[in-house]
């Protein structure tokens, strides 16, 4: 709030202080706008005064001058060029902070006295719409979320993305549905509104936090609740849509808060836009029960967009993304961070990547039509929101050309493949549309055209006359300039163009004489003089003439054709989604061919059968063929846990997320890496890895450890999949045993879900013995010349309980440490309360090494260290116990 009020007052300052009328234009405008830095067009320049100078030059190190310099009225200046501005604004964003573009609102040149200013736009990064600016391959969010005052009503979400025109609703039911929504959107900007935030502030203190955790690096900005437009007013109807990937919207409305969310989302960006209308063109409901939830947790641990190791394109996303338009890189990202669960759906998906990969060699062709359609999708938002430029258009012309050259080359397919792709009619393709734009356009229009035209000039009739004129122009000044030569007898006489000067005759030094007294100087160079004459002035004038009224008719070519795109744009976005569908089967399809993946039986049993599974990036890593893959069976009404023991660097781990991921990869349509998978439909995929596993994260307090074990057990059903890491790891031994154990209990016996548990309590393998829903797995390893080797496979049974000190001594530690070891390990178990938790039947040990005979030296080194007190020891005691010891290896 102070800062708030500082601003206010510099304001008022600067306006009585800095009274000429361009400094009243400033303060109105930073009046209006507070809390922006206000960028202030001066000719070339934005400029930023006072404080907002101040706070430009520390944060961009600008130089800071001031205006008005000496007089009463001298206040601080910074300014950036106008070509450059977005670079700064850019940073300026990114450090949180808003900026309103104060504009000229005509040509300095037209007007006389003062030039009208006012504020066009504000930015900020939820509503930024620079091409140059947002990351092409992700949704550029604005967040809003609405936390009414009873929060059991549910919590209300709204994502806006300006640059595609879409936006999705929630209404979640807490706080943890909320992060994981956010998560997995990753906004640019969030809106918090409150209501009745007074009395909740310590509640509310730790939601912003939360936000402000899982939006790392966001602005959250609180929104007063009072105000408020309502759903209505915010003039979207959120009872429409069309698309499949927006989980199927009610007909019956949309939930009160998810509503209110999305109004407070939309007052903001059509805030930021100075009231002006932009497009909505999609609109969709988030509903958490239809899609496969991914906790947050799961998802980085899974490292499914990004990864925590030094390699961040380490991630699922980088194997799988072989797209090649960018509407088609953000649609494959979305479908990875929310599968589905609904059967028909995700088959309809497997579907297209079938359809593809039996179409065989047109798949390269397609791959070349794809990259060619560049960011049709945002680009036709653009022509709506009055930003696009020639450029742009070029853009949209080679897509939709591209777009043809696709749907004709699926045309070849067979009935059924057409069917499954969702071929668009032919009239639906915009033909005539790309057409028009081909007729007009030059090869490449520029961005912002100078001096090279946008448009053939055959395009257009008076465009032809105009370039008639100016063609003939410059033939008449090649007459003009062999006549001049004639009439004063100077051979080397030349008639010349430059855009400061414009059109001259230059005659060299020597010739001075023969010049006819009634030309003009106009300048002297090195090598002689500049001359011109009512002849060449006159001829000038009509050829500038003609070149300026090209230029206007090609402005208002340019605001007809982008019209008339502006008027079928919708239709156009629904062409890109459609061309982004078949760029993410595309790109599945590519990846199943390459690397073998196969489509997985999909459907509403409670199976997951994987033959001969693999890890995507292990494998990658591993290189094609070095994997070593894996099976795994489970079943809800059979055997649904699995204990998984093994050393260190076994693959544990890597089983455990390799499973996950094939479950994701095949509930979001894709193919799998295995022989042959089998996934009957998960709901949530629920994962906790232990302290150890996890130091990436920085957190490893067991309070955290046990927070999320809790928030597993709390969301896990019958349907989930749940993966627990080496849980207990954050706390001692028996602690940490004790709760592994009680957690494998209540989802093997009470949720009844699937569950891998990879442990290295080794009293935990005794739990199966007690159930008949729970089995023994161990990642196998085997000696091989006095080296642990990894065979990575996962087989039936429980590792071996002597297996941690049978790795140690393969790696070198000493006989007379490990038969300590032995010893206190033999010590340990006799206490160990978990004997008493198993029965007392058989146990299913398997033994890795293969118990060698004991060698008299170290059954005796045994017995005097299993008789040894280690408390009541004192040092000089166990120096003559170690010298001993000594002597007995020595034989
Ligand atoms: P654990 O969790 O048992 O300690 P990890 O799963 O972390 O073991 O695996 C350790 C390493 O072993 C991995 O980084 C990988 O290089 C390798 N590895 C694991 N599983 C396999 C496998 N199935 N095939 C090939 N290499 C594997
Ligand atoms: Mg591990």
Redesign the pocket.
């Known amino acids: 709030m102070a800062a708030r009020k500082q601003e206010k007052g510099t304001a008022k300052a600067a306006a009585s202080a800095s009274a000429t009328p361009v400094m009243l234009q400033h303060a109105a405008a930073k009046a209006a706008h507070p809390d922006c830095i206000v960028f202030f067009r001066l000719g070339d320049f934005y400029e930023m005064f006072g404080d907002d100078a101040g706070l430009c030059a520390s944060e961009l190190g600008l130089t800071l001058t001031s205006r008005n310099k000496g007089k009463p009225d001298e206040i601080p200046m910074a300014g950036v060029p106008h070509h450059a501005a977005h670079g700064y604004i850019a940073r300026l964003l990114a450090r949180g902070h808003k900026v309103a573009i104060c504009e000229q609102l005509a040509d300095p040149a037209t007007v006389r006295g003062i030039v009208p200013r006012d504020v066009v736009r504000v930015i900020t990064p939820g509503t930024w719409t620079d091409a140059d600016q947002v990351g092409e391959r992700e949704n550029s969010w604005l967040c809003s979320v609405v936390v009414p005052q009873k929060v059991a009503d549910g919590i209300g979400l709204a994502l806006l993305d300006l640059t595609t025109a879409e936006l999705l609703v929630a209404q979640l039911a807490d706080s943890s549905e909320l992060m994981a929504e956010v998560s997995r959107a990753a906004p640019r900007e969030l809106l918090l509104e409150v209501e009745d935030e007074d009395t909740r502030s310590t509640e509310v203190e730790l939601l912003r936090a939360a936000l402000g955790e899982v939006a790392r690096g966001v602005p959250v900005r609180s929104v007063p609740s009072r105000g408020v437009p309502s759903g209505d007013e915010a003039g979207v109807d959120l009872s429409e849509s069309e698309s499949e990937d927006l989980a199927g919207l009610p007909r019956d409305g949309t939930p009160r808060w998810a509503r209110r969310a999305a109004a407070r989302a939309l007052a903001y960006a059509r805030a930021c836009y100075k009231e002006r209308e932009f497009p909505v063109w999609r609109l969709g409901q988030l509903r958490a029960s239809a899609v496969l939830g991914i906790d947050r947790s799961a998802a980085s641990h899974l490292e499914l967009v990004s990864s925590s190791s030094d390699d961040p394109s380490a991630c699922l996303l980088s194997v799988i993304d072989h797209t090649c338009s960018p509407a088609g890189a953000r649609l494959l990202r979305r479908r990875l961070l929310a599968p589905l669960v609904d059967v028909a759906a995700i088959r309809r998906r497997q579907d297209q990547v079938q359809a593809l990969l039996e179409a065989g060699s047109i798949r390269r062709e397609l791959r070349d039509h794809l990259a060619e359609v560049g960011d049709l999708e945002r680009v036709v938002v653009r022509v709506s929101l009055g930003e696009a430029n020639p450029r742009d258009l070029g853009i949209l012309r080679r897509g939709l050309l591209a777009a043809e050259r696709i749907a004709l080359a699926l045309g070849t397919l067979d009935a059924a493949s057409r069917d499954v792709l969702a071929l668009p009619p032919s009239s639906e393709l915009s033909a005539d549309l790309a057409e028009h734009l081909s007729r007009a356009l030059v090869e490449r229009p520029q961005a912002q055209p100078k001096d090279t035209p946008t448009f053939l000039s055959t395009y257009d009739a008076e465009l032809t006359r105009l370039s008639e004129l100016r063609n003939s122009g410059s033939e008449r000044m090649v007459a003009l300039e062999s006549d001049l030569r004639q009439r004063t007898g100077i051979a080397s006489l030349r008639v010349r163009f430059t855009r400061v000067f414009g059109w001259y005759v230059e005659v060299s030094r020597s010739q001075q004489g023969k010049v006819p007294t009634a030309w003009r100087r106009k300048q002297t160079v090195a090598g002689g003089e500049r001359f011109t004459l009512p002849e060449l002035d006159d001829l000038a004038a009509e050829i500038l003439g003609a070149e300026e009224q090209y230029r206007v008719r090609e402005q208002e070519l340019l605001g007809a054709l982008l019209l008339e795109v502006a008027s079928r744009a919708q239709h156009i976005h629904h062409l890109a989604a459609w061309l982004a569908g078949i760029d993410v089967a595309l790109s599945l399809a590519h990846v199943a061919t390459e690397l073998g993946y196969v489509r997985p039986v999909v459907d509403d049993s409670d199976e997951l059968v994987i033959q001969d599974g693999?890890?995507p990036l292990?494998?990658r890593?591993?290189g094609l063929g070095?994997?070593?893959?894996?099976d795994v069976t489970l079943s809800v009404r059979e055997q649904h846990l699995w204990i998984i023991s093994?050393?260190?660097?076994?693959?544990?781990?890597?089983?455990?997320?390799?499973v996950a991921l094939i479950v994701i990869l095949a509930q979001m349509g894709a193919y799998v890496p295995a022989a042959a998978a089998h996934v009957g439909i998960v709901d949530r995929v629920l994962s906790r890895v232990g302290a150890s596993?996890n130091l990436a994260g920085g957190e490893s307090t067991f309070m955290v450890e046990m927070r999320e074990t809790a928030a597993i057990l709390r969301g896990a059903t019958s349907r989930s999949l749940v993966i627990l890491?080496?849980v207990g790891r954050g706390t001692s031994t028996y602690d940490g045993l004790s709760i592994a154990w009680a957690v494998a209990e209540h989802l093997d016996q009470v949720v009844r879900c699937r569950t891998l548990f990879?442990t290295h309590y080794h009293e935990l393998t005794e739990l199966p013995q007690s159930s008949a829903t729970a089995a023994n797995m161990c990642?196998s390893a085997r000696e091989h010349e006095g080296a642990v080797v990894?065979l990575?496979?996962v087989v039936p049974g429980a590792a071996s309980r002597s297996y941690g000190i049978e790795v140690a001594r393969l790696a070198g530690l000493s006989e007379l440490v490990l038969s300590r070891a032995r010893s206190l390990l033999a010590t340990f178990e006799g206490r160990a309360p978990a004997r008493g938790l198993a029965s007392a039947g058989q146990s299913l040990q398997l033994d890795l090494f293969s118990p060698s005979a004991p060698d008299p030296a170290s059954t005796e080194l045994r017995t005097i260290l299993s008789e040894l007190d280690v408390d009541r020891l004192t040092g000089i005691e166990a120096l003559q116990l170690l010298a001993r010891m000594k002597g007995l290896l020595r034989g």
């Open positions: 693999r890890h292990v494998e890593r591993a070095r994997f070593v893959p894996n093994g050393p260190n660097m076994a693959g544990k781990s890597t089983f455990l997320r390799q596993d890491d080496e990879a990642v990894f990575h496979r």
